[in-house]
């Protein structure tokens, strides 16, 4: 039996994707926990520099939280079963990491989004960095039909990254949009045949690869920090941030190589 999650790394990129197809990926405590595990892990090593998240097949990126499983644990309905059941109720850090929220990423994220992203699936996505959809792409938030909420950050974060009132639509009627509507609005960055679509993630994620990864580290960890701030608190992070990438060695062999008309080599030191 495959699992439902894949992890793979491959020089500096790491793969992360939703491996149940049958299910349109549907988030289940086993798929959440390695999840969580892989973007620890990505965090910590020095070799990777980008990630890719993608649902396996051709028909969803991810359709949500699974109704039979994750739905019932986290209400309250299902008693935990196994240890996957157990690390979701236990450990903060599994709901934490897996959908990117309140955990401390700083690496950038890229999605490729390849289908239907709804619910959790979307909630997901709001905390990727550059998002890259398929033509037959689809996105909402429909926990309002269900008579539930959005519960891991879409609440607090999508009418931070679209239009207010967009945002309060979307999550208000649970109504989906096209991926040329969701571009429109800035959800994803761009629409592309569904061919190229693993094709334009990655050369987004080697074009980040091969830039300084204190820099470009810091510059996320600055983006996100200063999120909602006043702008003498966000200009200190900054002021911050500058000092320490200032100092690094990094720093110097990026102008270094420049002037020397040659590819630099970074360390992220």
């Given at each position: ?30 798929l ?48 935990p ?32 989004v ?28 429909p ?24 945002a ?12 040329d ?54 200009y ?30 970074y360390?992220?030191?």
């Amino acid at each position: 039996m495959s699992l439902p999650f894949v992890y793979e790394k491959k020089g500096h990129i790491a793969y992360f994707t939703l491996n149940r197809p049958h299910a349109h990926n549907a988030l289940t405590p086993e798929l959440v926990c390695r999840l969580a595990d892989a973007v620890e892990d990505y965090a910590s090593d020095p070799q990777l520099r980008a990630a890719i998240i993608t649902g396996a097949g051709s028909k969803a990126f991810c359709a949500g939280g699974d109704l039979g499983s994750m739905i019932p644990l986290l209400a309250g309905n299902r008693a935990p079963q196994d240890e996957w059941d157990r690390r979701v109720l236990a450990e903060p850090k599994v709901m934490a990491a897996s959908s990117l929220r309140d955990y401390p990423l700083y690496k950038p994220v890229i999605a490729a989004v390849n289908g239907y992203c709804l619910a959790a699936g979307a909630e997901l996505l709001l905390g990727t960095d550059i998002r890259i959809a398929a033509q037959h792409a689809s996105f909402g938030y429909p926990e309002a039909k269900r008579a539930i909420i959005p519960f891991a950050g879409s609440l607090a974060r999508l009418p931070r990254q679209i239009p207010h009132a967009l945002a309060m639509e979307l999550l208000l009627t649970g109504d989906t949009i096209s991926a040329d509507q969701a571009c429109r609005i800035g959800l994803v960055n761009r629409v592309v045949p569904a061919e190229s679509l693993l094709a334009e993630a990655e050369a987004v994620a080697h074009r980040i690869a091969e830039n300084g990864p204190l820099a470009v580290q810091r510059i996320k960890e600055t983006v996100m920090c200063s999120s909602g701030t006043p702008l003498s608190e966000g200009y200190a992070l900054e002021d911050e941030a500058r000092r320490a990438v200032l100092a690094s060695d990094d720093a110097k062999e990026g102008p270094l190589a420049f002037m020397q008309k040659r590819a630099p080599q970074y360390t992220g030191r």
